[in-house]
């Protein structure tokens, strides 16, 4: 099946930082999203970016997906961005997300 | 529009007993998908349904059910618990798969 892989499993951050995550995936996707999951469990929906490039805020994304591999830019961060950050996919028939084992991120005052 | 809801938000059960969650998915979505996160395996896929047919199932013992409603909400049963069952069990809801999945808060399980 396909794999997810995620860069760098954690990372910490002075409040101000710029920073870029990655999501590589080894086959061709129909969906690609990136959450960010709360310290209460919940999963925050970031972007839906199968292709292309996103803006949203602070946050941006890419995905190439000729090149299999999605990335995540988080600028100027603030302590409220820390938590955990899931890139997950979806593949031809699968009928399910496939996450990634996600990026934890500490953002220091 | 109202999100994805879940209930019960926590419970607590003991070793051999069974248990049903539920979830209520964005209106207009007829895909559900169920997923459980333990800190040792991460996000595991469930099964997902779309207008009450099971499409996928993940890799889980027979212990773990599910069905869909005609109006598309959604409930997990799983018997027979086990210590390893603790985790949170999180519900997503979409028009479609393929489409943006929207996640609820969660179950978080605890069996003693």
């Known amino acids: 099946g396909i794999q997810v892989e995620q860069s760098p499993p954690d990372l910490i951050l002075q409040e101000g930082a710029n920073s870029t995550l990655r999501c590589n995936f080894s086959?061709?996707?129909?969906?690609l999203q990136w959450f960010h999951q709360n310290p209460w469990g919940q999963l925050i929906n970031l972007f839906y970016?199968?292709?292309g490039t996103k803006q949203n805020g602070r946050l941006s994304a890419t995905t190439v997906a000729t090149e299999r591999y999605s990335l995540l830019y988080i600028s100027s961060s603030q302590t409220t961005d820390s938590g955990v950050y899931f890139c997950?996919?979806?593949?031809?028939?699968?009928?399910?997300?496939?996450f990634g084992s996600g990026t934890r991120l500490l953002v220091r005052p | 529009k109202a999100g994805v809801t879940q209930t019960p938000r926590y419970l607590i059960k003991t070793r051999g007993q069974q248990v049903t969650l539920s979830c209520s998915p964005i209106?207009?979505?007829?895909?559900v998908s169920w997923y459980q996160q333990t800190p040792g395996q991460g996000l595991q896929f469930l099964f997902e349904?779309?207008?009450?047919?099971?499409?996928n199932k993940g890799n889980f013992p027979g212990r773990f059910s599910g069905r869909q409603f005609s109006n598309s909400r959604s409930e997990m049963n799983v018997s027979t618990l086990e210590l390893g069952d603790s985790a949170l069990y999180l519900c997503?809801?979409?028009?479609?798969?393929?489409?943006?999945?929207?996640f609820g808060p969660g179950t978080r399980l605890t069996v003693l």
């Open positions: 209106s207009g979505h007829r895909s």
């Open positions: 086959d061709s996707v129909n969906n």
């Open positions: 970016i199968p292709s």
């Open positions: 997950a996919v979806v593949t031809d028939s699968s009928y399910k997300l496939i």
């Open positions: 997503a809801s979409s028009v479609g798969v393929y489409n943006e999945q929207f």
């Open positions: 349904y779309f207008s009450e047919t099971q499409r």
